[in-house]
Every structure is written in structure tokens, then in C-alpha cells.
């Protein structure tokens, strides 16, 4: 299989997602909104989009929420999942999870917190610092099987950028 043109084909359709929806300009209004994830990277396989929006006080956080919700109903094909606290997780703030129904089924992330933007930041220099194309198509790979396997697991993306990238366990020129 070709990975590279299916990450390619997948990140079309995430275009034409984001254009159909304005949710990146819409997100603006609340707080300051990046993309992250596997669109921002280029090593998309499954449908999901992930955005990071700092508000200014985290006591706004619910209301922001509610607001981001609202402003939802106005999108065709936008429905609601859930909101998970992700203090529960150790992290900060709180995540809004939607449904875009398109021929597939993609998740949208919103990622609700008062902290700048650095933890992605890292992430991302991490990955364009070190990734190749033979790397490029080992993760889109990995990510590809670890989509399709029967076996469903979450938040795998991360994880994998780490074991291919990852000099010390593939020697200094890697994969």
C-alpha cells in the first residue's frame, strides 16, 4: 500500500473539511487556536482533526465550552460527543470532542486551556527535526495498521513518532 499518497488523500479531504466548516476561524473568537495533530505534522491517517485553544482565564473554560457547542449547531454535519476533563488525566484544561459526518466518520478535538502552546510546539520540532522520508513512511505505516486493527487504541500517534524517530534505538541515521 502507499502510505504516502493515502496520508495525502486524507489530508485533502481535511481541507475540505476545514474550508466546509470555518471551524479554525471560528475557534479565533474564544481564544487563540492552533492546529495540532496529525494534520499539522502531515501524517494523517485516520479522520481527525485536533486544535489547541488558549483562553485567557480558566475559569471560563465551561462557558467557552458551552459557547464552542453553540456556535457548533450552525456547522451541517457537526455533532456532539463529549467534554472530558483532562485535569482527571494530569493534564490542564478540558477537551471537547465532536463528530464531522462525512463519508467517514471524523473526530474533532478541542483541547480548552490557559497554557501557551509549547507541549504541541515541542511535539512538532521533535518530528520536522528528525523525520525522513523513509521515516515518514514507517509512521504513516505504523499509524495505518494501528487505525485498521481490530484491536482500537487510543492516542497511539505520539507513541510511534517516538519509537521511529528515536536515534538511540535506530543508531544515528535511523530507519
Known sequence: MDYLKYSKKRRQEAIRILYETDLFNRLKRFGKVKQIGSYALDLMVKPDLDFALRIKRFSDIDKVIRQILEMSKDIINISFKKVVDRRKLGLDGKSLHLYYHDKDLWGIDIFVSTKNFSEYDKISKMVKDNITLKKKKEILRLKYLAYKSKKKVKN????????????????????
Open 156 to 175: 497511539n500517534s505520539y507513541p510511534i513518532y517516538l519509537s521511529v524517530l528515536d536515534k538511540s534505538m535506530y543508531g544515528p541515521d535511523g530507519i
